[in-house]
């Protein structure tokens, strides 16, 4: 086979792969070069246990946002939640982020639920209102000491 | 018992030896790469050798182990009714780790063999030698090319592989089975991340330059192993080791990446 149709044959295959790449980077490995317009809140939760980076934010069941980070206060042993809400997305000052489960082995994502509240929380606000992970273990635990204890 | 002890010591710094020749063949190609002159048409045709060449094969075994994925995967979600899983199941597993480690074992059948085939018979036949005599470094002009094909192919073959793959799940799971199409999309979507795509690449690019390495290595060096002194023998009884040795490399160090990210 001569030059140019080895050298044809070889971009044809680079730009194969690279396209291909860039599919998976981009449309399943959700790589994003210009950051979605949005705005960051934070949430203090007693236990966000199997919460990670990355995980959806949903109201009303539809996707408004991702966790975008998480840190430890050690003063008041709870967990800091950087929530990035999209631009549109209003968040009342009364509103509560609860940590739920999709299904029962699913992941965990935060919700949020709109309060009554007509003013709303801009960027860098702590959402106030809180409800942690709940862990099925514990529930059973506690259901157990507690009937032992009455007996 | 003495007699034995030597002998297996004398296997162990055997091997010693071979490992260190190779690296050091790495760390003495990689320096001639960087001193000019630089070509560039070689690496090109190493690479149509390695990669363009094995496009047809890689997209045959990624449809087929992307479909055999898909159907093994469905009939044990089916069980636990939980089908929506399908596309996450299929592409993680593919993207971190099937694609890697079977488009490296492709190439290493395909590509590895020919590659120690032909530096092991340009050993025996002294076209080394030659070079070596007409000042011409053998190990940039034969080797160099070949490891920057190689470093330069697998990762891109991996990634052809990987959207083969995704599609002959689809294709099982979707066209023949009726699972949704939202939820095998967009459970790819949500399961799979950038850190497992950034894994697989990286895995890849790691296969490409031991396979490559090891396989350059077993030819050139062939005249310094046991085998080398039988001729043609010798030259196929490097090429299995090649294959054998890389396969071997290929997975163990498939495990130590995971073990260790």
């Given at each position: 086979?001569?030059k140019?149709?080895i050298q044809?044959?070889t971009?044809?295959f680079v730009?194969?792969g690279i396209?291909?790449?860039t599919?998976?980077?981009?449309?399943?490995g959700g790589?994003s070069f210009?950051e979605q317009a949005?705005?960051?809140l934070t949430?203090r939760f007693d236990?966000?246990?199997?919460?990670?980076?990355?995980?959806?934010?949903e109201a009303?069941?539809v996707r408004?946002g991702?966790?975008s980070?998480?840190s430890?206060?050690?003063?008041?042993?709870?967990?800091?939640?950087?929530l990035?809400?999209?631009?549109?997305?209003?968040?009342?000052?009364?509103?509560?982020a609860?940590?739920?489960t999709?299904?029962?082995i699913?992941?965990?994502?935060v919700?949020l639920s709109q309060?009554g509240?007509?003013d709303m929380?801009?960027?860098g606000?702590?959402?106030?209102?809180?409800?942690s992970?709940?862990?099925l273990?514990?529930?059973?635990?506690?259901?157990?000491?507690?009937?032992?204890?009455?007996? | 018992?003495?007699?034995?002890?030597?002998?297996?010591?004398a296997?162990?710094?055997?091997w010693?030896?071979?490992t260190?020749?190779?690296f050091?063949?790495?760390l003495?190609v990689?320096?001639?790469?960087l001193q000019?002159?630089y070509?560039f048409?070689?690496v090109?045709?190493?690479?149509?050798f390695i990669?363009?060449?094995?496009?047809t094969?890689?997209?045959?075994?990624?449809l087929?182990?992307g479909?055999?994925l898909?159907?093994?995967?469905?009939?044990?979600?089916?069980?636990?009714g939980?089908?929506?899983?399908?596309g996450?199941?299929?592409?993680?597993?593919?993207?971190?780790?099937l694609?890697p480690?079977?488009?490296?074992?492709?190439?290493v059948g395909?590509?590895?063999?020919?590659i120690?085939?032909?530096?092991?018979?340009?050993?025996i036949?002294?076209?080394?030698d030659?070079?070596d005599?007409m000042a011409?470094?053998?190990?940039k002009y034969l080797?160099?090319?070949?490891?920057?094909?190689?470093?330069?192919?697998v990762?891109?073959?991996t990634m052809?592989?990987?959207?083969?793959a995704l599609?002959?799940?689809?294709?099982v799971g979707v066209?023949m089975?009726?699972v949704?199409?939202?939820?095998?999309?967009?459970?790819?979507i949500d399961?799979v991340?950038w850190s497992?795509?950034?894994?697989?690449?990286?895995?890849?690019?790691?296969?490409g330059?031991?396979?490559t390495?090891?396989c350059?290595a077993?030819?050139?060096?062939?005249?310094l192993?046991?085998?080398?002194?039988q001729?043609a023998?010798?030259v196929s009884?490097?090429?299995?080791?090649?294959?054998?040795?890389?396969s071997?490399?290929?997975?163990?160090?498939?495990?130590?990446?995971?073990a260790?990210?």
């Amino acid at each position: 086979m001569d030059k140019l149709n080895i050298q044809l044959v070889t971009g044809i295959f680079v730009l194969l792969g690279i396209a291909t790449f860039t599919y998976q980077a981009v449309s399943i490995g959700g790589v994003s070069f210009s950051e979605q317009a949005g705005y960051t809140l934070t949430a203090r939760f007693d236990s966000i246990s199997g919460l990670r980076e990355g995980a959806v934010i949903e109201a009303a069941g539809v996707r408004v946002g991702t966790v975008s980070g998480i840190s430890f206060d050690p003063d008041n042993y709870q967990a800091i939640v950087s929530l990035r809400v999209n631009e549109g997305v209003p968040v009342s000052e009364d509103a509560t982020a609860s940590i739920r489960t999709q299904g029962i082995i699913g992941e965990k994502f935060v919700k949020l639920s709109q309060g009554g509240f007509p003013d709303m929380l801009g960027d860098g606000d702590e959402i106030a209102a809180t409800e942690s992970a709940i862990s099925l273990e514990e529930l059973v635990g506690q259901y157990i000491f507690q009937s032992d204890a009455a007996q | 018992m003495r007699a034995a002890l030597e002998k297996l010591g004398a296997v162990v710094l055997g091997w010693l030896e071979h490992t260190g020749r190779t690296f050091n063949l790495l760390l003495l190609v990689t320096v001639e790469l960087l001193q000019p002159p630089y070509r560039f048409y070689p690496v090109v045709r190493q690479m149509y050798f390695i990669g363009a060449r094995s496009l047809t094969l890689i997209v045959v075994s990624g449809l087929t182990i992307g479909m055999v994925l898909g159907l093994q995967f469905y009939n044990i979600l089916q069980r636990f009714g939980s089908v929506d899983l399908l596309g996450a199941g299929v592409s993680l597993s593919v993207i971190r780790e099937l694609g890697p480690v079977m488009t490296a074992l492709m190439v290493v059948g395909r590509a590895g063999s020919s590659i120690t085939a032909e530096l092991g018979i340009m050993r025996i036949t002294e076209q080394i030698d030659a070079m070596d005599c007409m000042a011409i470094s053998p190990s940039k002009y034969l080797i160099g090319p070949k490891l920057l094909a190689g470093l330069l192919s697998v990762p891109l073959l991996t990634m052809v592989f990987d959207f083969v793959a995704l599609f002959g799940g689809y294709f099982v799971g979707v066209v023949m089975f009726g699972v949704a199409e939202g939820s095998y999309v967009n459970g790819m979507i949500d399961t799979v991340e950038w850190s497992d795509v950034r894994i697989g690449l990286e895995k890849s690019l790691i296969f490409g330059l031991l396979v490559t390495l090891i396989c350059c290595a077993e030819g050139f060096y062939m005249h310094l192993t046991k085998a080398g002194s039988q001729g043609a023998e010798g030259v196929s009884s490097v090429t299995t080791d090649a294959v054998v040795l890389s396969s071997i490399a290929v997975l163990y160090s498939d495990f130590l990446i995971e073990a260790l990210f």
